[in-house]
Structures are given as structure tokens and as C-alpha cells.
T-cell receptor
Framework: GAGVSQTPSNKVTEKGKYVELRCDPI?????LYWYRQSLGQGPEFLIY????????DSGLPNDRFFAVRPEGSVSTLKIQRTERGDSAVYLC????????????FGSGTRLTVV | GDSVTQMEGPVTLSEEAFLTINCTYT??????LFWYVQYPGEGLQLLLK?????DKGSNKGFEATYRKETTSFHLEKGSVQVSDSAVYFC??????????????FGKGTKLTVNP
């Protein structure tokens, strides 16, 4: 596609529920990143995929968070047993190479846990 | 660990005023530096970048120079427009932190330009 697509754009869920957030990167982009942006803060790195594999997951806050990219294109960020502190905008970015200078960000998914 | 500190907002200016948003960084290695902009209701967009000392990044009338000696990358524009109203983020990527080229962001500075 023309840009990085993230769905849904908004998600409201109850505390304790499971959610999945989807990222559709630009076609052909092998590098894919997930970030989390809390209110009034800059984005914080969560996980990086090069192809199908998670090359760096050092930013995932705990084991409730997990992400996959089974075919090297679409990625899904999964959050189990959601907590109110998980409320944030989740951003996805992709690039043709791992170099940050080529990043294109999606518009994000706003997750609200009530 | 690596970090980015940028001036607190919000910043409110009149049209045609001069803009400076300060940004300083700490990094283990030799980072690349970026300014991203987030317009209301839109996603993050790369505004400009610099990859080595004394490089000047520029775009849409904005400029920033990579100053290694002061570990700074201040954003400037000589004459702001109402359409520049947005949140501006300074960021770095540090190749010494592994091969992922992940970005470390500052907290953002909200700019409002009044007509």
C-alpha cells in the first residue's frame, strides 16, 4: 500500500481482556517497528522485526505483550490481561532497510483500557 | 542508556516569528539525529535528519545542525506559519545499541502559531 496502515484506529477494552493490534507495512519493507506513546510523552520502542523474526524485543514491558510477523509482512501486537496502564497510542513503522533514516510511521491505534 | 532531552512546551508564537526548540542528547555510540513532527490528527513524519557531526539537516524551512561538542541538535525556523502548529519530537538512533536502529525520542514540544 501507499503507507503504513494500522487497525483499528481506536480500541476500547475492559481491564483483563485480550487485544490484538494490526500493522500493515509498506509493501517490500523488511524492517518493522512497534512503539508505544503515552499521553504527553514521546514514543517508546517496543519491538523490531527484520523479516519474520523479532530481532530486538528489549522494549516489551512484560510477558503480557507479544508480537508476531509470520509471513514477513503484516504484524500483530498482542496484549494479554490488559491493564489501565496499557492505555496509549501504539505506533507501527516500517522501512526498506533497518536504518532509521527510512522510517515511515502509521497513524497509530489508540488503546483505552477501562 | 541513551536519552534525549528537549525543551518543555508548550511554545506559542505569532506568525513570522523565529523558532528555536532546544534538543540535547546522551548516547553511548555515535548516533544519528532526527526531528519528527506530528500534525494534529496525523502520524509522525520525519522532518529532517543528520548522521554525522556538523551535518545540517533541513526541510520546509526548518534547520538543525548536529553539534557533537555540545551534544545538541536544536531545531530552528526563521519565520513560522500557522500551518507549522504541531508537536515536534527530537530523536536519536545509536548503532552501538545493536543492529535494530530503534529510535529514542524526547518528550515532544507542542508549538502553536497564532495568526
Amino acid at each position: 500500500g501507499a503507507g503504513v496502515s494500522q487497525t483499528p484506529s481506536n480500541k476500547v477494552t475492559e481491564k483483563g481482556k485480550y487485544v490484538e493490534l494490526r500493522c500493515d507495512p509498506i509493501s517490500g519493507h523488511t524492517a518493522l517497528y512497534w512503539y508505544r506513546q503515552s499521553l504527553g510523552q514521546g514514543p517508546e520502542f517496543l519491538i523490531y522485526f527484520q523479516g519474520t523474526g523479532a530481532a530486538d524485543d528489549s522494549g516489551l514491558p512484560n510477558d503480557r505483550f507479544f508480537a508476531v510477523r509470520p509471513e514477513g509482512s503484516v504484524s500483530t501486537l498482542k496484549i494479554q490481561r490488559t491493564e489501565r496502564g496499557d492505555s496509549a497510542v501504539y505506533l507501527c513503522a516500517s522501512s526498506l532497510t533497518p536504518e532509521a533514516r527510512g522510517y515511515t510511521f502509521g497513524s497509530g491505534t489508540r488503546l483505552t483500557v477501562v | 542508556g541513551d536519552s534525549v532531552t528537549q525543551m518543555e512546551g508548550p511554545v506559542t508564537l505569532s506568525e513570522e516569528a523565529f523558532l528555536t526548540i532546544n534538543c540535547t542528547y546522551t548516547a553511548t555510540g555515535y548516533p544519528s539525529l532526527f526531528w519528527y513532527v506530528q500534525y494534529p490528527g496525523e502520524g509522525l513524519q520525519l522532518l529532517l535528519k543528520a548522521t554525522k557531526a556538523d551535518d545540517k539537516g533541513s526541510n520546509k524551512g526548518f534547520e538543525a545542525t548536529y553539534r557533537k561538542e555540545t551534544t545538541s541538535f536544536h531545531l530552528e525556523k526563521g519565520s513560522v506559519q500557522v500551518s507549522d502548529s504541531a508537536v515536534y519530537f527530537c530523536a536519536l538512533s545509536d548503532p552501538s545499541q545493536g543492529g535494530s536502529e530503534k529510535l529514542v525520542f524526547g518528550k515532544g514540544t507542542k508549538l502553536t502559531v497564532n495568526p
